[in-house]
C-alpha cells in the first residue's frame, strides 16, 4: 500500500512532539482510525481523557453491561432448564465475584486495544486535547 497524500501539514502534538495525524478520542471510532493510520505508515498519536482506550463503550458502558447480562441469562436459562429434568438450586449472588468478572471481561479488551496500539506504534496521549490553532493541539490533563 502507499501512503495517502490527504495529510499534506505536521500537527503539532505538545511543546516537544509532532505528528501526521492527531486523533481526539480513544472510543471505537478513534482506535480504528488512529490504527489504519498507521497501517497506512502515518505518524499518529491519539489523545483521550481515560488512561484506557475503547470509550465509554468499553470502559463503562456496552461491554460490562453485557457481561452483566450474560450472568442474568445463565441464570435464567438455569431457572428453565428444569422443563428439561435438571434442577439447580436457588443462585447465590457474589457480588465482589460479579465485579471481578465484569472487570476481567473489561480488561482483557481494555489491554488487547494497548497491544495493538503498542504494536503500531501509535502514541497514546492521556488529556483532554484542544485545537489551539490550525495545526496545533494542546494537550490538558495528566
Do not use: W
Not at 17 to 38: E, K, S
Not at 79 to 104: S, Y
Amino acid at each position: 500500500m502507499t501512503k495517502p497524500d490527504v495529510v499534506s501539514e505536521i500537527a503539532t502534538v505538545s511543546a516537544d512532539g509532532v505528528a501526521q495525524l492527531v486523533v481526539l478520542g480513544g472510543g471505537l471510532g478513534g482506535y480504528t482510525a488512529a490504527f489504519r493510520a498507521a497501517d497506512l505508515g502515518l505518524d499518529v498519536t491519539l489523545i483521550d481523557s481515560r488512561a484506557t482506550l475503547g470509550g465509554v463503550c468499553l470502559n463503562v458502558g456496552c461491554i460490562p453491561s453485557k457481561a452483566l447480562l450474560h450472568l442474568a441469562k445463565v441464570i435464567d436459562e438455569v431457572r428453565h432448564v428444569g422443563e428439561a429434568g435438571l434442577t439447580f438450586g436457588a443462585p447465590q449472588v457474589d457480588f465482589d465475584g460479579i465485579r471481578a468478572f465484569r472487570d476481567r471481561t473489561t480488561g482483557r479488551l481494555i489491554s488487547g486495544l494497548a497491544g495493538l496500539a503498542k504494536r503500531r506504534k501509535v502514541r497514546v496521549v492521556t488529556g483532554e486535547g484542544a485545537f489551539t490553532g490550525p495545526n496545533e493541539i494542546e494537550v490538558r490533563g495528566p
